[in-house]
């Protein structure tokens, strides 16, 4: 069911309603508008169900585009929400007392070497999304490995960390198919990030992920956004070679000496200009760059000059004068 997305060249997120035995279970569920709960609405709709069916719904991870629904869809029908408990733990400092979360981003900023004059909106540029949330604390953890009740399913759960940290996927061996949320995306690449509330080495993280669900015996993807696909194997290769190809930019824009991540950050190729996109999509980007510096920075590639701003350096002496 795709449920649109206020103000986003993604333009929606898909939710898919499993059938079981006594109604439906959801993964995922959509941002807290009006618009995406109609569309929703409308979407069981057309399997001749309604909301109040819905019994379950199994959150791959707590972005407000896949969580943000969740409650009102219990309200509305008393179903249990599950999530990962690395994703739980931070609810309440996104979503409700976020201020240590502005000040702390604040400072990530800083030592990133973002302009001064950028810095309050891209501290503070996620609290604009987080009214299409209905903080709504999950009813039990889903932890990996665990195979869900659901009557007629073998849907097992593999903890994907990464794009967050408790990122899930859900996989069906019967069925052949792999529920992947955002952690595999037939076209575009997730935003993997240092953030204040993302694990130490992300980008890290997110590789050996890759690698748990590159080989499990898939016809078909079903992702969070954009459209069903097959070729996981593909689809998980191209997707490190993205990443090698930016491990490489970084490091050819380090030959000429010690750079800041913000500075690096305007360097490189985005898919739309970085200059005059949102202060969400700034903070993103410096946040992905950073992500890559860290990786460099634990495989002894690249060093860092710890202060405000930091700066990072090719571990051995620069390339060109």
């Not at 939710?15 to 609405?41: H, I, M, R, S």
Request: aromatic fraction near 6%; charge should be negative.
């Amino acid at each position: 069911i795709p449920v649109p997305i206020p103000d986003s060249p993604l333009r929606y997120v898909l939710v898919y309603a499993l059938e079981l035995d006594d109604g439906l279970a959801l993964v995922d569920a959509g941002w807290d508008t009006p618009e995406a709960w109609q569309a929703l609405c409308d979407g069981l709709a057309v399997l001749g169900a309604d909301i109040t069916q819905v019994r379950a719904v199994a959150v791959t991870h707590i972005h407000p585009d896949h969580y943000g629904l969740a409650g009102r869809v219990r309200e509305a029908s008393g179903a249990w929400i599950g999530l990962h408990a690395a994703d739980a733990a931070l609810l309440k400092g996104r979503y409700v007392e976020t201020e240590q979360m502005i000040a702390s981003m604040t400072d990530l900023l800083e030592v990133c070497g973002v302009p001064s004059e950028l810095v309050p909106d891209l501290a503070g540029s996620s609290m604009q999304i987080r009214s299409f949330v209905r903080m709504a604390p999950p009813d039990r953890f889903i932890e990996h490995d665990e195979v869900l009740e659901f009557a007629g399913w073998d849907l097992r759960a593999i903890w994907t960390p990464g794009h967050s940290p408790g990122h899930l996927c859900f996989y069906s061996p019967s069925r052949r198919l792999l529920l992947s949320g955002d952690h595999v995306l037939p076209r575009i690449t997730p935003n993997i990030a240092v953030h204040t509330q993302q694990i130490h080495n992300p980008l890290a993280d997110y590789l050996d992920s890759l690698s748990i669900v590159e080989h499990l015996e898939c016809d078909e993807v079903l992702p969070g956004h954009e459209w069903r696909f097959s070729g996981l194997a593909d689809r998980v290769e191209q997707l490190r070679q993205h990443h090698r190809e930016r491990l490489d930019e970084i490091l050819t824009a380090l030959a000429v000496g010690s750079l800041t991540c913000w500075e690096l950050t305007t360097r490189l190729t985005w898919s739309r200009p970085l200059e005059g996109s949102t202060p969400w999509l700034q903070r993103a980007a410096s946040g992905e760059t950073l992500a890559h510096l860290v990786l460099l920075e634990s495989r002894g590639e690249v060093v860092r000059t710890p202060g405000r701003p930091a700066c990072f350096a090719l571990a051995g002496p620069p390339l060109l004068s």
